[in-house]
């Protein structure tokens, strides 16, 4: 980027010192995207935005179908892990009995 626009300078000024508002003029009309006059070369760019648009939405709305699809291929194949029966080394025993819930006054 800084290539391009130091080339654009040096041909633009030559070997002289340039004046700074000249520079930010010239890095000005290189960097400004500006719109077309001709009314068929604007509608034309317009379409081929628009065009470009979908077709970026559409390849984005295929990859991300593709990685789901990818996922779950992986997980069929792959299969469920089995599951390993647990062995509790240490067993907290009790007693557990009802309790009324409480009646509480009203006011």
Do not use: N, Q, W
Not at 26 to 52: F, I, N, S
Not at 55 to 62: H, P, T
């Amino acid at each position: 980027m800084f290539a391009y626009a130091r080339l654009f300078l040096s041909s633009r000024f030559g070997s002289r010192r340039p004046d700074p508002r000249h520079v930010l003029s010239a890095l000005r009309t290189l960097l400004e995207p500006r719109k077309p006059r001709h009314r068929a070369l604007r509608v034309l760019l317009g379409v081929v935005g628009v065009l470009l648009l979908a077709v970026l939405a559409v390849v984005g709305i295929a990859l991300g179908a593709l990685m789901l699809m990818c996922g779950l291929g992986y997980r069929m194949l792959r299969g469920s892990p089995r599951r390993e029966r647990v062995t509790a080394t240490r067993v907290v025993d009790g007693e557990y009995r009802v309790v009324a819930r409480p009646v509480l006054p009203s006011h």
